[in-house]
């Protein structure tokens, strides 16, 4: 009866809005509101120096300086007149900010995100909220740890309270000996740990990439193609008249997954970029950009190999990335995420089973629109004469 009597009570005052979380949750919404009108001036400012095409950065980065570039100049100017931002810049004077606008000194950082459960309204819903960029100078488990330790603490926050931790799969942060989840975890046990599904899905993409000397090739053409538009406005303006639809997209060396984007543009519109590698052959360009074009267009757009290996590598990123997408939903619920990963596991074994079939149908057609012959081009075998101490095959590839 006991339970029961609490049970109601507790009911009755999340009907009413009067839990003991009320006052904590008005303050963090309060936060976040804050946070969403100093971002939106921040967006702003930038949107205007990109238009403009102007320089952000000074001689030094340092708020209310001489020569402090465009951005902090514009954010100063605004602050005059404007109360949020001149909170905003009050804190960062005070020091109760230490990580704010454009942040990317040669620093070790670390990104702290909590994921809470929200009670103080009717309907209970799972909050995330990004805090803050932590600095880290000891990359060590126990060095994160401390850093992490302190940082809850100035936030009043109990380590007692955390029901779960997640982080990428460094050994550091991982390590079931000396890493942040095992400290975490002898001081509260109830901080179950789960591994960062994206990441071990970008590991896994990037390994299967990695020791195969085709892939590594392959992704290596995709470059070549998107460096030779993009590092001139000139030869970018020769793309954009051929190619209307998706525009070319440089490989990301951390995101494996978003690969895809860059696969998607050649998989759907590979004969009208080799239209534009051909215009490009035959403008006056120097012989450098001119042999490149040539090259890209005859050996590796016109290759059947290449065509096939796009389809190939667009089906298998598109499903991971899929996948991926759904793990980093603010929603997302472990049980869900186990189907999502098991049926990407079935979609892969199959693939494995008539992938390639079905890859080949598709990459003929591709092939006959672009008038070539859906062939695998022989490789040449080189003959030598055999000495007279040799034991090896005659024939070398």
Same mark, same amino acid.
């Given at each position: 009866?006991?339970?029961?009597?609490?049970?109601?009570?507790?009911?009755?005052?999340?009907?009413?809005?009067?839990?003991?979380?009320?006052?904590?949750?008005?303050?963090?919404?309060?936060?976040?509101?804050?946070?969403?009108?100093?971002?939106?001036?921040?967006?702003?400012?930038?949107?205007?120096?990109?238009?403009?095409?102007?320089?952000?950065?000074?001689?030094?980065?340092?708020? /209310?300086?001489?020569?402090?570039?465009?951005?902090?100049?514009?954010?100063?100017?605004?602050?005059?007149?404007?109360?949020?931002?001149?909170?905003?810049?009050?804190?960062?004077?005070?020091?109760?900010?230490?990580?704010?606008?454009?942040?990317?000194?040669?620093?070790?950082?670390?990104?702290?995100?909590?994921?809470?459960?929200?009670?103080?309204?009717?309907?209970?819903?799972?909050?995330?909220?990004?805090?803050?960029?932590?600095?880290?100078?000891?990359?060590?488990?126990?060095?994160?740890?401390?850093?992490?330790?302190?940082?809850?603490?100035? =936030?009043?926050?109990?380590?007692?309270?955390?029901?779960?931790?997640?982080?990428?799969?460094?050994?550091?942060?991982?390590?079931?000996?000396?890493?942040?989840?095992?400290?975490?975890?002898?001081?509260?046990?109830?901080?179950?740990?789960?591994?960062?599904?994206?990441?071990?899905?970008?590991?896994?993409?990037?390994?299967?990439?990695?020791?195969?000397?085709?892939?590594?090739?392959?992704?290596?053409?995709?470059?070549?193609? /998107?460096?030779?538009?993009?590092?001139?406005?000139?030869?970018?303006?020769?793309?954009?008249?051929?190619?209307?639809?998706?525009?070319?997209?440089?490989?990301?060396?951390?995101?494996?997954?978003?690969?895809?984007?860059?696969?998607?543009?050649?998989? /759907?519109?590979?004969?009208?970029?080799?239209?534009?590698?051909?215009?490009?052959?035959?403008?006056?360009?120097?012989?450098?950009?001119?042999?490149?074009?040539?090259?890209?267009?005859? /050996?590796?757009?016109?290759?059947?190999?290449? =065509?096939?290996?796009?389809?190939?590598?667009?089906?298998?990123?598109?499903?991971?990335?899929?996948?991926?997408?759904?793990?980093?939903?603010?929603?997302?619920?472990?049980?869900?995420?186990?189907?999502?990963?098991?049926?990407?596991?079935?979609?892969?074994?199959?693939?494995?089973?008539?992938?390639? =079939?079905?890859?080949?149908?598709?990459?003929?057609?591709?092939?006959?629109?672009?008038?070539?012959?859906?062939?695998?081009?022989?490789?040449?075998?080189?003959?030598?004469?055999?000495?007279?101490?040799?034991?090896i095959s005659e024939e070398v590839t």
């Amino acid at each position: 009866m006991t339970c029961m009597s609490k049970w109601i009570e507790l009911e009755n005052r999340l009907q009413k809005n009067e839990t003991i979380d009320k006052g904590v949750q008005e303050q963090i919404n309060r936060k976040r509101e804050h946070w969403k009108k100093v971002l939106l001036r921040i967006i702003v400012v930038v949107r205007t120096l990109a238009k403009n095409n102007f320089a952000f950065r000074g001689d030094n980065e340092k708020i /209310y300086q001489e020569r402090n570039g465009n951005f902090l100049s514009l954010i100063g100017m605004i602050a005059q007149f404007d109360s949020v931002m001149q909170d905003h810049l009050h804190r960062i004077e005070r020091n109760e900010i230490h990580y704010h606008y454009l942040d990317v000194s040669h620093e070790e950082q670390m990104s702290l995100v909590i994921r809470c459960v929200d009670v103080s309204t009717n309907q209970v819903k799972l909050e995330e909220f990004f805090l803050e960029f932590l600095k880290v100078d000891d990359t060590s488990g126990l060095g994160l740890f401390n850093v992490l330790k302190e940082v809850l603490c100035t =936030l009043q926050l109990d380590i007692g309270d955390i029901r779960g931790q997640g982080y990428d799969n460094g050994s550091n942060m991982k390590g079931k000996h000396k890493g942040v989840q095992k400290r975490l975890l002898e001081i509260n046990p109830g901080a179950f740990y789960t591994p960062c599904g994206c990441l071990s899905l970008n590991l896994g993409l990037c390994d299967v990439a990695n020791s195969c000397p085709k892939a590594i090739s392959f992704f290596g053409v995709l470059q070549r193609i /998107y460096l030779l538009f993009s590092s001139s406005t000139k030869r970018w303006k020769v793309f954009k008249d051929h190619v209307e639809g998706l525009t070319l997209k440089p490989l990301s060396q951390t995101r494996w997954e978003s690969h895809v984007k860059s696969v998607k543009a050649i998989t /759907y519109q590979a004969p009208q970029i080799r239209d534009a590698l051909n215009h490009l052959e035959n403008l006056g360009e120097p012989h450098n950009t001119k042999s490149e074009a040539e090259s890209l267009a005859t /050996y590796e757009i016109e290759n059947f190999e290449f =065509l096939l290996g796009v389809i190939i590598w667009h089906n298998l990123l598109f499903a991971v990335n899929s996948v991926s997408k759904i793990f980093q939903r603010e929603d997302m619920h472990i049980d869900v995420a186990i189907i999502q990963l098991k049926g990407l596991i079935t979609f892969l074994e199959k693939y494995r089973e008539t992938g390639f =079939l079905d890859a080949m149908i598709e990459a003929k057609e591709v092939a006959t629109l672009m008038e070539i012959d859906p062939v695998f081009c022989e490789k040449r075998v080189i003959r030598r004469k055999k000495q007279f101490d040799e034991n090896i095959s005659e024939e070398v590839t």
